[in-house]
């Protein structure tokens, strides 16, 4: 299931690169995921899902800017990325 759902969001990234042409996006990635780790089979370590959305990034050679904080405008982003999955206690 997380593999199909890496896949979904790359194919997603690659759509959005070929319809933006040569203009850079401008991604946000909002780390809202409180640390929870998880056994990511893709990258084979424990992970937060931030950490493994942007190493996603990384691997694809797209800048991002990350911050815990969601900023009040988000108008100057194409895509703003956030990991809401897990069950977070408390």
């Known amino acids: 299931m997380h593999r199909n759902c890496l896949l979904v969001g790359v194919a997603l990234l690659v759509a959005l690169l070929f319809a933006s042409g040569a203009q850079a996006l401008e991604i946000f990635v909002w780390q809202h995921d409180n640390g929870l780790l998880v056994n990511d089979p893709v990258f084979g370590a424990s992970l937060t899902a931030t950490q493994a959305l942007t190493q996603t990034l990384d691997s694809l050679d797209l800048a991002y800017d990350l911050n815990t904080a969601l900023p009040n ?5 194409d895509i703003v990325m956030t990991c809401l999955s897990f069950y977070c206690p408390g």
């Open 73 to 77: 405008d988000l108008s100057g982003y």
